[in-house]
């Protein structure tokens, strides 16, 4: 498989990056984003690109591909629902778009977040905003789209966010976190299950287009 990764610099990216390079099946590893991973490997290419909103400038390089891993968001938190949206709808949509024009044989998995409002009525912004983004996701001409829903995510393996206040959530939670994916194994994940089941998705499909937790889990 030829994949292609968005956000593979955050901290569900990297976990994601790290199981496609272990993977003896994935043969092409392109990454997109504003900045490099830093990472060096045989089957890793990398395409710095700055405008989320337009890839006519690349598109020759992003041609090719099976499967496309969009781990790339941002924390509603203090922010306004229009640049929310921007960053959040536009932003993937833009990228979406391209790639269903690009690559329509291509399976295409977001990852989106748990309390995701899919009849974009609520009264959360956040869950509307990406409620929103699934539903248009799910109208483009793609092999298949799935929509994963994790809620809280242990990194592992020395990954860390780069948000100051998630780096200081995991800190505060680091001694719980491996007890709590004790406890509710399909509840908390990690950066590794995370990886794993895109690639499984990516490999052989998933049973519904929506992926929760505990969905996400089994699929690993």
Sequence with gaps: ????????????????????????????????????????????????????????????????????????????????EPEYTRRTYDFTLAAAQAMARLNPAMTFIYVSGAGTDSSEKGRVMWARVKGRTENALRRLPFKAVYLFRPGLIQPLHGIRSRTRMSRIFYAATRPLLPVARRLWPALVLTTEVMGRAMLEAARHGAPQAVLEARDINALA
Excluded: K, W
């Excluded at 060096?40 to 598109?59: G, I, M, N, Q, T």
């Design 1 to 80: 498989m030829n994949i292609l990764i968005f956000g593979a610099t955050g901290m569900v990216g990297q976990g994601v990056l790290r199981e496609c390079l272990l993977a003896e099946d994935v043969a092409l590893i392109q990454t997109v984003g504003r900045t490099a991973t830093g990472q060096e490997h045989p089957r890793l290419r990398e395409v710095v690109h700055r405008d989320f909103l337009d890839y006519s400038a690349v598109e020759d390089e992003l041609r090719g591909f099976d499967a496309c891993f969009f781990c790339l968001g941002v924390s509603s938190l203090g922010m306004a």
